[in-house]
């Protein structure tokens, strides 16, 4: 019976479960025709330009083997480009090439990969490798972000990205994913990646997670990671925003990444947002989810 | 809104208990007594091996002389019926006495999987365990039963190994996902093809220890088991290959503990009670026990002392 205490424990937090985020958020709020939109990335493009959301710009497609050439004249004039699968889940099966050396590209991890090999990957992602549920996929080509100066000495061989969890079209929570070394460049907290939370008001850090524990300094810079300004924030939190009211999912997670130049810029949209983030925030989720549903009965 | 889908979700389920309830209070609580010869049929794993017939007048009633087995696959059970159907004997509707035994055995899986399902919502939406699919541990839990042996468990782990590496061996081919699927079917069959001529070599007699497993289902969780390795690494994948094994287990204990099924074969309205249990989890929005352990982290930190109380500006 040890676990009913540590269920009012979890309760008291306010924290978010997941069967109550299946049944109160997502069936409830997410309907299941916009799931397809959210789930292949150059639907959800497609959708960022018809409404002005800003995004990385897309080179260019490849759906067939036969297309897998192209790949080639592209690379001759990038140096550095991020090709990923329209329907991978997770961070998984992004290719980030970060720089050239020679006829060779430096992958975020720092190791090198060269043309073969960068072909090879994307018939992978065609076959079906990374897609969710294994269907044959399409390669997307893009633009890589430039880091902005604000994360210089955090984010070690990859660009982060600010994970925001919108419940109703209103903000209920955020953080700020940091890339590490043992992460190789992606920011997924499960793939070894920290988390930093953001107070919302103010878009301030106030704390961090990484693996199980709290930590107050990046483990292989050993930059403080508290109390740093979430550049341009406040444009982050209107492209959320307009993100959720696009797509319209009532509970949903909204991926941005900051240019240096370009400014917030949408990754990617989630319509079945994990639960770490409270973690990270040290806070639940399912007083925000409270405050809402209230204040947006007192609007009516 | 919520408030009453959630009050209909209650009161269907009330509805279904006590239609159950009243199915089973309705029924004759004493079956009357059989006054004419009995027969007695004994069965080897299920097949009749000898007939035996009681002559009228004996004193006890033979149903208590010879227990029903707790798996129709049993090493040794009996088959006890009424030699000729006597005048005043009500054989009621819902009862598997007076059908044949591959029926029964058919009945009496059909009964037993809603209750194996049930048992695993349990573990997944209320403990937390993560298994591969819904139905891969109810119906690996009834295989189980049929096998009743260690060995069973243990020839299943050894099919979901050796495909596990067949899968990874077939990663290089590069093959579409219908007919790599097939192909791993293909290969699951002459494993077991190859065990079942091997445990029955010539010369020795041993018992069975394979039942019609689920092979479709096996197929599937080897996909999932690699998939699983290949996205979340080899402990995620091998926690979810124990869950499911465990989850198995218990679905195997449950149907061969004797009350349960010879209470759901001789009371088959005990469905609606299954059913309202069902539909009482579709509601559970509460914590599962191991989400106990996921948020420990959390739960061991103080509470921040920054009051987070306030939204975004605007």
Known sequence: ?300 | MRNSRTILVVATAAALIAISLGLTLARDPVAPAHSGSWKVTLLRHGEPVGVITIEQGTAADPRDLFPRAASNNAAHSFLVEPLEASEGMSVPFFSIDHLPLADRKIVEFLLLLPAATLLVCLFRNVVGLNSFGTFAPALLGLAFRDVQSVIGVLVVLCILLAGWLLRRALNRFHLLQVPRTSLMLSLIVLMLVLFIFSWHAPGGHRASVISLFPLVILTGMIERFWSMEEEDGAAASFRALISTLFISCLVWLLCTTPPVPGWLTTHPESLGMVMAGQLLLGRYTGFRIMELRRFRTMLAAPRHPIALTARGPG
């Not at chain 1, 920290?194 to 850090?205: A, E, K, Y």
């Open chain 1, 1 to 300: 019976m040890r676990w009913l205490a540590g269920f009012d424990l979890l309760f008291r937090r306010g924290i978010l479960g997941i069967n109550r985020r299946n049944a109160r958020c997502i069936l409830e709020h997410n309907p299941r025709a916009v799931f397809p939109v959210v789930d292949d990335k150059l639907l959800m493009t497609q959708l960022c330009e018809r409404v002005g959301i800003p995004t990385p710009a897309i080179l260019g497609v490849i759906g067939r083997n036969a297309e897998l050439h192209w790949l080639e004249r592209a690379l001759r004039f990038r140096d550095s480009l991020v090709i990923k699968p329209a329907r991978g889940s997770g961070g998984r099966g992004i290719l980030i090439l970060a720089g050239r050396d020679g006829d060779s590209y430096l992958k975020a991890n720092g190791r090198l990969i060269d043309c073969d090999g960068i072909r090879q990957h994307s018939a992978d992602i065609l076959s079906g490798m990374y897609s969710i549920g294994g269907q044959p996929d399409r390669v997307i080509v893009q633009e890589r972000v430039e880091l902005h100066p604000a994360f210089n000495g955090i984010s070690p061989r990859g660009i982060p990205d600010v994970r925001l969890v919108l419940y109703r079209f209103e903000l209920a929570m955020a953080m700020l994913r940091l890339p590490t070394l043992e992460s190789n460049g992606r920011a997924n907290l499960h793939q070894g990646g920290i988390g930093v939370g953001i107070d919302l008001c103010s878009g301030r850090t106030h704390c961090a997670l990484y693996r199980d524990g709290y930590v107050e300094r990046h483990p292989d810079t050993g930059e403080t990671l508290v109390n740093r300004m979430v550049p341009r924030w406040g444009e982050i939190i209107e492209l959320a925003r307009k993100a959720a009211r696009a797509v319209g999912l009532g509970f949903v997670g909204i991926d941005v990444v900051i240019d240096e130049e370009n400014g917030p810029m949408l990754l990617e949209a989630n319509a079945r947002p994990g639960l770490a983030i409270q973690i990270v925030n040290n806070q639940g989720l399912l007083e925000k989810i409270e405050e809402i549903d209230q204040d947006q009965a007192a609007r009516r």
